[in-house]
């Protein structure tokens, strides 16, 4: 499946990430977390290829990902931004059809999994028909994910999808992806900030700090048998219900 | 990208600006073609000479008002004309310059080399002279510009005043020359000729320069000083012709030459007059002049007005829309690719840039002098000067467009697994289709105004009224132009804003709420 092989990063004379290995479980859900900055986003940019990174390398079945051989890649795997990133001269239906088409699928075969991908991100009706500017910012992920799931990828990398939505709409679409994460058997690797979302997906957590992976495993792990401090504080500072903040030394 | 390239045409270019430039060359030439200079005396004798070689042929035509002399020179050396009237002091002091031409004879060798020949002066002397109005002179004893020196010298009143063009005050055989030569220690006040005149009349001027054969000279009843130490340069007017016109039209070049000796000052101020100040058309008066002088009887076909101007709109409008048309498509099928380069390519950007940033600086009066030599007369420097100058707004607004798209959703397309040139296809280009549009329709804007300057190169348009209103100072000629230009600028205008409900995709006008 996906793998980062003491893959490491720096911009100019700044190393953003650190040598790191990571290996993700195929079907499983495995949620980046960690404070702003510190290069979760990055690890994501890599796998997809956006950036190349300045050490090791990235495989995907077995095969490393390299300038000649990303673009087919990339269409095995599924990414989606904060905001989904529609293209706003495109219907919502032609957003999420656009690769699609180019590929050359017909007409009938690609409304047909458009469909389909409705039904299962329960986008409402008549919203495929509208462009992204008028809908809603809940609609506009439903159709980031669609698009992403379009030629049925095995992997979904999803930067902090839910970032920019108000807490009940974001209720509602993390139950929905959960349930298709879940049914499809998806290899997914989501990014956030929040340890609550983290749980609520995570098969595996990585908590990351410094440019580095500081604990990995379930969110159980983390809140009882911390790594170090620095896990300590980060769980305390997310104040999650019925979890005593444990004490450490004030930084 | 290569892909991108050659399919967005260069090719295409090419072969659109030259099937426009033969759909639009007149392709049957006539046997003469006369060329004159944009001035109310250079047109005037322009006419004589197309009345006298139609006469001697039945095909002549004339190209009127061409421009300064850089640009007719070059189109007579180039043969887009075969003969024209210059000034033997323009010929040694501005054409020949740096070859040491002093007298006629070395003129006549110079133009040699170049397979030309200048005729016997015409009679007149169009140089600079100082002038005043008759009766003061005569009451002040002055004659010769010595006199003028001798009383300024020994004049305390106040309104012994000097005004002339700045031009003249400027050039080093004006006022320098004349200062240093008679020796005056007056300071001259710099001004417009037109308010000189009417300094002079009102009487707080005294003296101004002139062009000797000025209309202003009788209208106001000036006295010419006499230039008795010989100061200012001569400009005798001289028929100026190809060499082959000799074997080409022998009878035509005949007919010509019988001008020789023939226009002497007065003659040539009463005919500036005549058009300058009456309104009458140039083609009469030179007309009624071969007839009085030389009787030769020509025939310059008189027509009612509003055929005239209903005839001459139609041609100018044809003609005006075929400028634009063609350098605009041109520059579009150009700019575009190279909007695309300069976004596509940073180490090309900044070159891209600022050569068509630097293009739109020089002065359309310099391409043009540039332009003729290459390309000669008529529509072809024209459309290349329009279409230089449409190249910055339509490569910029391109790069621009391009460059302001988001960096996410740049990426969104990456991501996706598209290749380069279905990105910039599918994604890019639709997204600055708005930006896009725009910098073609501010072309198109710009070129309606600009290519009035077809009227100073033969090529037509809205130009030729106006440039011949400004000549003949003669505002309902200047409207017939200048009103259908502004009015053509509006149509442009209206038409890209349909274009845009066409070409920018429906989404985007949504998202800007329009
Ligand atoms: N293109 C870039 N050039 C320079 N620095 C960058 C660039 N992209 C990210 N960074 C820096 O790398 C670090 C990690 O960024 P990122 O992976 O986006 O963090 P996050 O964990 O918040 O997603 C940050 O300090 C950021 O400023
Ligand atoms: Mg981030």
Redesign the pocket.
């Known amino acids: 499946m996906l793998e980062l092989i003491a893959v490491a990063k720096s ?2 004379k ?1 190393q ?1 990430l650190k040598p790191t290995s990571l290996v993700l479980e195929p079907g499983k859900t495995t949620v980046l977390i ?1 404070p ?8 994501l ?1 890599i796998m997809i290829g956006l ?1 190349e990174p300045s050490e090791g390398t990235v495989k995907f079945d077995g095969v490393a990902l390299t300038p000649g051989n990303i673009m087919l890649m990339r269409r095995k795997m599924g990414y989606v931004i904060q905001d989904g990133g529609l293209f706003p001269h495109l219907s919502a239906r032609d957003n999420v059809g656009l690769l699609a088409r180019y590929l050359g699928w017909d007409k009938q075969r690609v409304n047909e999994r458009l469909e389909e991908l409705a039904k299962l991100t329960r986008l409402p009706d008549g919203a495929l028909d509208r462009f992204p500017s008028q809908l809603s910012g809940g609609q506009r992920q439903r159709l980031g994910i669609m698009r992403a799931l379009m030629l049925d990828p095995d992997v979904l990398l999803l ?1 902090e999808p839910m970032g920019a939505l108000d807490p009940l709409v974001r209720y509602d679409l993390q139950e929905d992806l959960r349930g298709i994460f879940q049914s499809l058997k998806k290899t997914v690797v989501l ?1 956030t900030h929040d340890m609550g979302e983290a749980g609520f997906f995570g098969d595996t957590v990585v908590l ?1 700090g410094g440019g580095e992976i500081v604990q990995q495993g379930t969110l159980a792990d983390m809140i009882h048998t911390p790594a170090n401090d620095y896990v300590t504080r980060f769980i305390n500072a997310q104040r999650l219900p019925g979890v005593e903040p444990k004490e450490v030394a004030t930084s | 990208m290569r892909s991108i390239v050659s399919l967005t045409v260069f090719p295409a270019a090419l072969l659109l600006i030259l099937a426009s430039i033969a759909a639009a060359e007149t392709p049957n030439l006539p046997l003469v073609r006369v060329g004159s200079k944009s001035s109310i005396e250079n047109v005037i004798l322009g006419e004589m000479l197309t009345l006298l070689a139609d006469q001697a042929s039945g095909d002549a035509r004339h190209q009127s008002a061409l421009g300064g002399t850089q640009i007719v020179f070059a189109a007579l050396k180039k043969g887009d004309i075969d003969v024209y009237i210059e000034y033997t002091g323009t010929l040694s002091q501005e054409i020949l310059k740096g070859q040491r031409v002093r007298s006629d004879d070395d003129i006549r060798a110079a133009l040699a080399k170049l397979d030309l020949v200048m005729s016997q002066p015409l009679g007149f002397n169009n140089t600079y002279a100082l002038g005043m109005k008759a009766d003061v002179a005569e009451k002040m004893k002055i004659q010769t510009i010595s006199d003028l020196a001798r009383v300024a010298k020994s004049s305390t009143d106040p309104q012994f005043k000097f005004g002339f063009s700045d031009e003249f005050l400027k050039r080093g055989d004006g006022w320098p020359a004349v200062k240093v030569l008679y020796q005056f220690d007056n300071v001259p006040t710099g001004l417009d000729h037109s308010l000189a005149y009417r300094g002079l009349h009102s009487g707080t001027l005294l003296v101004t320069d002139l062009y000797s054969t000025d209309p202003e000279i009788a209208k106001y009843r000036l006295k010419i000083l006499d230039d008795d130490l010989a100061c200012f340069p001569e400009y005798h007017a001289v028929i100026l012709y190809r060499e082959d016109l000799k074997d080409r039209a022998p009878q035509v070049l005949q007919n010509l030459l019988k001008l020789e000796g023939k226009i002497d000052n007065s003659a040539m101020m009463e005919m500036n007059t005549r058009v300058r100040i009456d309104h009458d058309r140039d083609v009469n008066v030179a007309g009624d002049f071969l007839l009085s002088k030389l009787k030769i009887e020509t025939q310059s076909g008189e027509e009612k007005k509003w055929v005239v101007i209903g005839r001459d709109f139609v041609r100018n409008t044809t003609r005006h829309l075929l400028l634009v048309f063609c350098s605009l498509s041109a520059a579009v099928t150009v700019a575009l690719p190279l909007g695309i380069w300069a976004y596509e390519y940073p180490k090309v950007t900044h070159g891209i840039l600022g050569i068509v940033g630097i293009i739109q600086t020089i002065p359309s009066m310099a391409v043009l002098v540039f332009m003729v030599p290459l390309l000669g007369l008529g529509v072809k420097p024209a459309i290349m000067a329009l279409f230089l100058y449409s190249l910055l707004p339509i490569v910029r607004n391109t790069y621009a467009g391009l460059n302001e798209i988001p960096a996410n959703l740049k990426e969104s397309a990456i991501v996706l697994g598209l290749s380069r040139q279905a990105r910039l296809y599918l994604v890019e280009l639709p997204i600055a289709s708005r930006s896009i549009l725009a910098g073609i329709k501010t072309a198109a804007v710009i070129n309606v105004g600009t290519a009035t300057i077809g009227g100073l190169i033969g090529a037509g348009g809205y130009g030729e009224p106006i440039l011949t209103g400004i000549r003949l100072a003669d505002v309902s000629l200047l409207l017939q132009g200048a009103i259908p230009a502004a009015l053509l600028a509006v149509v442009v205008q209206g038409l890209f804003e349909l274009l845009e409900r066409l070409v920018v995709p429906q989404g985007l006008r949504l998202a800007r709420g329009d």
């Open positions: 911009f100019g700044t953003v960690g702003s900055g510190c290069g979760k986003s990055t690890i940019r950036i930067d990014v990351l």
